[in-house]
């Protein structure tokens, strides 16, 4: 709404700017409880949707026309893949329970042939691959937390995504760990051994 104020016998118009408010727990949970994966299952639907942490709810962030165009591009190669192998790909819909309190809804996550995916599921079992495009208010989450939770889950391929530097870095989990990652750039092209006959052109996952 504009509201109007006096300056020096002029009338001029001010937009009043709304207000933005920071992501807090939701009324229906406990401030200190410590959920379990069960109960962010059961949750409301609410937007933006909410990731359990450590027992914590952290509200995911809206997402940029960039963060969402590379999210597209890498899940269109995988599903170009797919449908000669199999696999299946889902992007920021349902989620998977990484462990007893922790559910992720990573960017992009795989399910390979051997792992039952129920098609009205809200949430899957532990992905083989998670796909996350870093972002300034999530990217702490997803080199610390999440990559520890997912790493002590099995998900044998953990990408991160940096819009920034065009960079795709990718952890594959050895030992129960993931070790120094591949780092690609514009120009190369990611066809990883455990996916074979996958082919991503990096550069093409660029906004431009």
């Known amino acids: 709404m504009a509201t109007k104020t006096q300056k020096s016998g002029d009338v001029s118009t001010r937009k009043s700017l709304p207000r933005v ?3 807090r727990t939701p009324k229906f949970v406990p401030r200190d ?12 639907d609410v937007k933006p949707p909410y990731e359990l942490i450590n027992g914590k709810l952290v509200q995911k962030m809206v997402t ?4 969402d165009w590379i999210t597209s591009r890498f899940k269109r190669f995988c599903d170009e893949w ?17 462990g007893e309190h922790d559910g992720f809804i990573p960017d ?8 039952q995916v129920a098609p ?7 992905p083989f691959l998670v796909v996350e495009v870093l972002s300034r208010g999530t990217k702490k989450l997803d080199r610390n937390e999440k990559k520890a939770a997912c790493a002590q889950a099995g998900v044998q391929l953990y990408i991160l995504v940096d819009p920034d530097a065009q960079t795709m870095e990718v952890y594959s989990l050895q030992n129960a760990k993931y070790g120094a990652p591949q780092i690609l ?20 996952l660029w906004f431009k």
Do not use: C
Request: cysteine-free; overall charge negative; proline content about 7%.
């Open 185 to 204: 750039k514009s120009g190369d092209v990611w066809q990883p051994e455990e996916l074979a006959g996958l082919k991503l052109e990096v550069e093409k």
């Open 21 to 23: 408010s920071k992501p």
């Open 33 to 44: 409880s410590m959920l379990t994966v069960e109960q962010w299952a059961a949750m409301p």
């Open 82 to 98: 797919s449908d000669q192998s199999h696999w299946r790909f889902f992007s920021r819909g349902s989620g998977t329970a990484i």
């Open 64 to 67: 940029t026309n960039e963060h």
């Open 108 to 115: 992009v996550m795989g399910f390979s042939p051997d792992i």
């Open 120 to 126: 009205k599921a809200t949430y899957n079992p532990v």
